[in-house]
């Protein structure tokens, strides 16, 4: 099989390569295409790839290009994965938030709605183009803010655009260890919501939900990461396990006081760290030795200002275990290409899964995979306390899109008035035009 990832010369590649390299089954993915305009980056990521597969018979060869309509072609499967504006983006997007009093954080709030409204353009063009060159290709989407940005391609590609994330499944695997049981076959999730908006609602083993021994027990709970941001208390009081991402708008005043004393805002430390980082591994003998190390380091300050906030201090080894995109990844790749059932959270159109959003909606669910695609498990169900919160926040993801497709400043506005995070027309006015005046990217609204 062939696998183009676009934005191929991105932090998160020897992921998915790693991946792939363990991946022994017939028919499994043989050819790489890496994708970026960044030339530059692709020849050392190609470099870190080499390292990474030394001395592991028959790894899958590695290309890369700088135009994609040359990788597309023979395309079995596309990843898309790419930051319009780089990370200098993400840090004005922390910036402009900052200087209005409200949260820049690159996937929720106004980052994320800034983040949206200058990829959209791109990743539109890139659906169109890959229904083009590739019809038949199964399109997996990890760029940000991914439920937006899977919504938009569905309405050129359909079914055959997935979103990935790796949020709830790393919830529910430091919730399992708890106890001490590992995710597998004989473990069924109930999680709802939308992408970096959702909650883990039941933990079935061997058909027993598990989730009230969990909730039972404070020091259970403030055990990981989750638990600790939130609290026994206020999980408790739920009832159900939030992604972290909820934090932003649980503790909001005090994420924000967080982030204003803050030396640095997350994406300026990331900026440095990455340069450190491509500078080291261009001419290092080593360079895979080098991406582990920084992304150990990368892995150790991330959310910093939020368990800051929480007084957590450092992060825990077991809390710094990845969700495993990578590995959800390749489960999705195998149940579409092989026919092989799987069960995985997905970010997919709703199909009636959740109640009040209407089909073509994506939402981020339990879905049963095969090889006719990803579909959404009747049932789920976002909690009452949480229902308002998801219908503001997909109005918000819908007239963030209809701002894109349409070049409409009015709806990219009643976007940004309308999300909790922002929740004033002036503070939202102010944000918009700043962000205008910052990135060219957003001239077509008008």
Not at 115 to 133: D, E, G, H, N, S
Not at 185 to 213: C, F, K, M, Q, S
Not at 330 to 347: E, S
Not at 350 to 377: I, K, M, Q, S, W
């Amino acid at each position: 099989m062939k696998l183009v990832m676009i934005g191929g010369g991105g932090f998160r590649t020897p992921l998915v390569y790693s991946a792939l390299l363990r991946d022994r089954a017939p028919g499994r993915v043989t050819e790489v295409a890496l994708v970026d305009v960044d030339a530059a980056r692709l020849t050392t990521m190609a470099r870190i790839l080499a390292d990474q597969a030394d001395g592991v018979a028959d790894a899958p060869t590695v290309s890369v290009h700088t135009d994609v309509e040359e990788a597309l072609p023979g395309a079995d499967f596309v990843f898309s994965a790419i930051r319009v504006a780089g990370m200098e983006g993400r840090a004005a997007d922390e910036r402009i938030g900052q200087s209005h009093g409200v949260i820049g954080q690159e996937t929720v709030g106004f980052g994320g709605i800034s983040y949206a409204l200058r990829t959209l353009p791109t990743v539109m063009a890139l659906a169109r183009t890959i229904q083009r060159l590739a019809p038949d290709a199964w399109v997996i989407n990890f760029t940000n803010p991914a439920g937006v940005v899977t919504e938009a391609m569905s309405t050129v590609l359909g079914h055959r655009v997935i979103g990935i994330c790796d949020s709830p499944i790393g919830l529910a695997r430091r919730a399992l260890g708890t106890i001490g049981v590992q995710h597998g076959p004989d473990v069924e999730l109930e999680y709802a919501g939308l992408n970096h908006l959702g909650w883990l609602t039941a933990i079935r083993v061997d058909g027993v939900d598990r989730l009230p021994e969990v909730l039972a027990d404070a020091g259970r709970i403030e055990s990981f990461e989750e638990g600790k941001l939130f609290g026994a208390e206020w999980i408790q009081a739920l009832g159900a396990l939030p992604n972290e991402y909820l934090h932003y708008y649980a503790y909001r005043r005090d994420v924000l006081q967080a982030d204003q004393y803050a030396p640095h805002t997350r994406a300026r430390y990331l900026v440095e760290q990455q340069d450190r980082f491509w500078a080291a591994a261009a001419s290092c003998d080593h360079p895979f030795h080098a991406w582990q190390d920084s992304r150990n380091e990368r892995e150790a300050t991330y959310m910093a200002t939020n368990r800051d906030s929480a007084g957590m201090g450092d992060r825990d080894l077991e809390d710094m275990t990845s969700g495993g995109y990578e590995d959800v990844a390749l489960a999705l790749m195998r149940g579409i290409a092989y026919d092989q059932r799987a069960r995985l959270i997905l970010n997919v159109r709703n199909r009636g899964a959740l109640a009040g959003l209407d089909d073509d909606a994506v939402v981020e669910v339990p879905c049963t995979v095969d090889a006719t695609g990803a579909h959404p498990v009747p049932g789920a169900c976002v909690p009452d306390f949480g229902l308002g919160t998801v219908t503001a926040v997909k109005y918000v993801e819908r007239q963030t899109i209809e701002a894109a497709l349409h070049g409409s400043r009015a709806a990219a506005l009643r976007a940004l008035a309308h999300h909790p995070l922002v929740d004033s027309v002036r503070v939202a006015r102010a944000l918009l035009e700043d962000a205008r005046s910052t990135f060219p990217h957003l001239s077509y609204l008008t």
